[in-house]
């Protein structure tokens, strides 16, 4: 092993400047790019934490949905959570979006115990984004939090992502999520490496460049004037891109609030965690480059530079990222030949040093995360998960470039896929 280290040292030790860049263009071009971006808006971060806070009360009054199908095992414990905050909801309402579980039943119970507000069933289910708006339909509030059934929070989540608004011009204000289930398993543990760097740092990084393009589904806060404005949620899957997507086309800004934290599970089996990603991916392009394609047109009247930049920024860092990954592989091996796997051990050197410089600082930035468990995962994480997804996120992108397969996802009924073709 020792012999082949020595050997591969030896050989990037006599190539030239201009041979290295050739042999890692892809690592040069589409990778470090992203991390420099991390890496320097962190700097920033660390710097302007804000130490103050808002006057909340005199913003205006907040009302949580929490909006689910078949959550019989998880609605209770997030109503408990919410009555728990430190800046409790003026009102909380849930939705039982078409249950066919006990979830109509457990909502009635909670509202009849105090600990809801409204509770609301469907008989026939119509998705996410309909069952949002059924809830904003009943509140009373002026801003509506948006929450999964199965997330609990920190303390002072609410408090923290109400403080967002302070700016009469944010529509919008993002939590951040964490994961909870992170050491049930190495694919979780994974995932929990996975949300810190591209949630906790990386959202926190584009929003900091007013590139926030989507506010988590699991819990964002919304101004409701702006929703009125926008007409709510639009029915189908994709729902958080497709309203901080509008809300940004209307003007308004999004907001990030590292603070408040949010607590989901994430998948423990590759087969689901794939299907996840599928419909996240499919959704994407589906979104970017069907229904917000006129972010990218240059013909179009009053076309604003900042929505061309994350559009952009999408399209080289995901879409030809994932396209150039098997390109680069035959073409390495084809002009190096058994040199190819000292070229690709000597990226994935580069990329594991970057991921771990990057995973400090998000850990940094986040000190509820308990990091210290996942240090010992982060090269398996930089060597498999990340391929791996690079994969899943090409399969998507051509199921739903050739297929349309976003619009058959059982995410969404399939009357509301009928509607939305």
Excluded at 138 to 143: A, M, P, Y
Excluded at 189 to 198: G, H, K, L
Excluded at 210 to 216: F, H, I, N, V
Excluded at 238 to 266: H, N
């Amino acid at each position: 092993m020792w012999e082949m280290i020595d050997d591969g040292i030896t050989f990037f030790a006599t190539q030239s400047y201009a041979t290295l860049f050739t042999m890692f263009w892809i690592v040069v071009v589409l990778e470090f790019p992203r991390y420099l971006m991390s890496f320097f808006t962190s700097v920033f971060f660390f710097a302007s934490k804000p130490e103050f806070e808002e006057d909340i009360e005199s913003l205006g009054r907040l009302t949580a949905v929490i909006a689910g199908h078949n959550e019989e095992n998880s609605i209770e414990k997030c109503g408990e959570r919410l009555q728990e905050q430190s800046y409790i909801p003026y009102e909380v309402i849930a939705i039982s979006d078409g249950s066919t579980d006990k979830t109509r039943d457990d909502i009635h119970y909670l509202q009849n115990k105090g600990r809801l507000d409204g509770a609301h069933a469907t008989e026939l289910r119509g998705g996410k984004a309909s069952a949002l708006n059924l809830g904003q339909r009943f509140s009373t509030g002026d801003f509506i939090a948006s929450i999964d059934c199965d997330c609990t929070f920190d303390r002072h989540a609410m408090k923290y992502v109400m403080q967002g608004f302070a700016d009469p011009r944010v529509g919008v204000v993002s939590g951040n999520v964490i994961v909870r289930n992170s050491t049930e398993n190495i694919l979780s543990s994974f995932q929990a490496i996975e949300y810190v760097i591209s949630i906790c740092l990386g959202r926190h990084s584009l929003a900091m460049l007013d590139q926030m393009c989507c506010a988590s589904g699991a819990f964002s806060a919304f101004r409701v004037s702006a929703m009125n404005q926008i007409g709510g949620f639009d029915a189908g899957g994709g729902e958080d891109l497709d309203i901080t997507f509008r809300l940004r086309d209307y003007g308004w800004k999004v907001e990030f609030a590292p603070e408040a934290i949010c607590y989901t599970d994430v998948p423990t089996s590759i087969t689901v965690l794939m299907r996840q990603r599928f419909r996240w991916e499919r959704d994407a392009i589906r979104l970017r480059y069907r229904k917000y394609l006129h972010f990218i047109n240059p013909f179009r009247q009053g076309m604003q530079l900042k929505e061309f930049f994350h559009q952009y920024e999408f399209l080289v860092f995901n879409v030809i990222a994932a396209i150039a990954l098997p390109i680069y592989l035959v073409w390495i091996f084809v002009r190096y030949g058994d040199n190819a796997w000292f070229i690709l051990a000597g990226a994935q050197v580069v990329l594991i040093a970057l991921d771990t410089i990057t995973f400090a600082l998000a850990s940094y930035a986040t000190p509820k995360v308990k990091s210290l468990p996942l240090w010992p995962y982060i090269p398996a994480y930089s060597i498999f998960y990340v391929n791996f997804m690079r994969v899943v996120r090409l399969y998507a992108y051509v199921q739903e470039w050739i297929f349309r397969t976003s619009y058959k996802d059982s995410f969404a009924p399939l009357k509301v896929h009928r509607v939305r073709e």
